[in-house]
């Protein structure tokens, strides 16, 4: 057999276990995996001493602020991720289709990255009816706000019912920001007319309790709606309860976590200000050790970045400052370095989280998320033993900041590849524009 690429000697992370292994590549496809490989190759790479991960796929993107869809792309393939879902936001006044339908053209024209689509519904009353319609496009999922009921984001219990009995009914995925986000807003309100300052009082006003009350309430109405569930960004040592509860019961229940959750605390809200300005909010130590413990237990499946960057400066006024920060090219590194070089996690639990079950989740598995012969040739080669220090100067969002500046790691990616292709190598961009499929999501497996 001939084939394009040969990676020899790597440890490969796949299926929960580490294990030596070479790959054969030809086309797009990975078509020969074994210990030892002897085929005619155009090309030859030694991975000795060097992990081989399915490429990351990330389920939890914002490609419309800072960062379009080229940027994020790019910020991605340097952090090794290979996929991404992103959150097509259907605004007031606007409808699923049309809006998604647009928001995937410019997807195949701009991004390097294969991509699927989440719903971000913002007005479920005048958008419910759009959304078996939805499916036929290739969209199974669908996120509403329990929050930013000021902002009028937030959908209340009635219309989030009303979406998960229709979702239900066409076997798809409900994803949920939970956060109580009418007492929320009333400690704001108290604290502000209190003239306390809103970034001492930030996480206060967001407390973990009313976080994991949400969560509680959200997995409550779907039980009762017979609709799976999709629990963002989980950030509490409270909201375990709730989803350690659901997993007990079988329930059709997915808990994901963020690298900011896992890795940062309200120290570094105090010390940069308004570019953590970030919902829900970096809260403590405490905190990002439950969350550990939840990837552990498998209670919490997923880690996704909720990249969401907009260009923000730590004299800003913090109240009025946007929420968000990037992620998405630093998630791999930070989660490495914190869980697996300090003991908090195995890396082929961690590598599942980020790759093998974000892709059973959304139908993507074995094409995406493995490393299985006839699966896409998306990989990741990840140096365990280099050290570097991650700073502005060598990221790629254009929010012109990270919360990680000199934090200085161990592990660091040295190739990206997609479908055959490589995007990333040695710290160089070698992928373009364009040259992305998207992808149909599939959750109906939830209610076999």
Known sequence: MSVDLLITNGLVVAEGKITR???????EKIVARAPRL??????VIDADGKYIFPGLIDAHVHPIYSDDKYDTSIGAAFGGVTTLIHYAYVKPGEKIIPTCESFRDDGLQNSMLDFGIHAGLFDVANQIGDVPAAFALGIASFKVFMTYAKLKWMTDDYWMAALMDVVAQQRGLVNVHCENGVVTDYLEDKYNRAGLDSKKMFTAMRPARLEAEATHRAISIAQVMGCAVYIVHNSAAENLEPLRRAKQNGWRVVGETCPQ???????VTQALGAPAKIGPPLRYAHDNAAMWQGLREGILTTIGSDHAPKVKKSDDNFFDAAYGAPQIETMLP??????????NLT???LIAAMSETPAKTFGLYPRKGALQVDSDADLVIFDPTKTWTISQANQ???AGFTLYADKTVTG???LTMQRGCILVENGELRGARGGAQFLKTDTSHFYK
């Open 21 to 27: 292994a070479d790959l054969g590549i030809r086309g």
């Open 38 to 43: 002897t085929l005619d190759a155009a090309r």
């Open 261 to 267: 959750y896992l890795t940062l605390t309200d120290e």
């Open 334 to 343: 930070m989660c490495y370095h914190v869980g697996v070089n300090q003991g």
């Open 347 to 349: 890396l082929p639990t």
């Open 396 to 398: 790629h969002s254009k």
């Open 412 to 414: 660091a990616v040295e």
